[in-house]
């Protein structure tokens, strides 16, 4: 997760920003199972709606990179500095399927992988932390940089957003009822107070984003396959 903490433009400093995450998703698809109302290039047949539930567990912030490296009272200030930040989200996402989703779908077919390219919206709940090693930022806000000392420049607690998703992954057929979906998401949040921190200062004007990598097993409900059956 790209936040406030650590160093701006260096992904790495904010490597250990992580957390896991646990998804509940429901997909609903849009093509015909009877072949006689669809083609093959009905854009229906490439299409899904994933409705997902998320839980992210706390992610620890902590600040890394060159300015906490030095021994001024700065670095020595933000070696101190410590936040957390766990969430919920809630969204949906299209997914545009390379390949026929019929033929994948499809008990008796010979296709196993079917990328897919994802767009969507989510909404976060979130509550996040701030402490310091220097001692309690609440009475003493001297322990925390100059730039957290204004008013407005720290928003610790609770708090809600709405997000962007752009991803791609790939589903790999198991068995007729069975799948392996990984995908690969990037979740920019239209708010720069989910860490808690928004000093208005350059090098925190950023809004928060993460990167999502998961891997699940799909199970399908049911599926209408009469028309494929093989006479």
């Known amino acids: 997760m790209q936040t406030d903490y650590g160093q701006r433009g260096n992904f790495l400093s904010s490597y250990g920003n992580s957390a896991l995450s646990f998804s509940l998703i429901h997909y609903l698809h849009f093509f015909n199972t009877d072949i006689r109302w669809n083609s ?8 899904m709606l994933k409705t997902e539930f998320n839980i992210m567990t706390t992610a620890k912030f902590q600040h890394y990179g060159i300015y906490t490296e030095v021994n001024s009272n700065l670095a020595i200030q933000l070696r101190a500095m ?39 919206f989510k909404y976060s709940s979130y509550k996040n932390t701030l402490t310091s090693d220097l001692g309690d930022w609440r009475t003493d806000i001297t322990v925390l940089p100059t730039k957290y000392n204004t008013p407005g420049s720290l928003a610790v607690g609770n708090g809600g957003t709405f997000s962007l998703i752009l991803g791609a992954g790939t589903r790999y057929k198991l068995s007729e009822k069975f799948d392996i979906a990984a995908n690969f998401n ?6 720069d107070a989910v860490d808690g921190l928004q000093a208005n200062v350059i090098e925190n004007k ?17 599926f209408a396959g009469g028309i494929f059956c093989k006479k």
Do not use: C, T
């Open 206 to 222: 950023n809004n928060e984003w993460l990167i999502h990598v998961q891997v699940g097993i799909i199970y399908h409900l049911n």
């Open 186 to 191: 990037w979740q920019y949040f239209f708010s």
């Open 40 to 47: 093959e290039d009905d854009i229906a047949n490439h299409l």
């Open 82 to 120: 410590k936040g957390s930040v766990s969430m919920v989200n809630f969204g949906f996402q299209g997914e545009y399927y390379l390949k026929d989703l019929r033929e994948f779908m499809f008990p008796y077919s010979e296709m196993k992988w079917n990328p897919y390219l994802s767009l969507g």
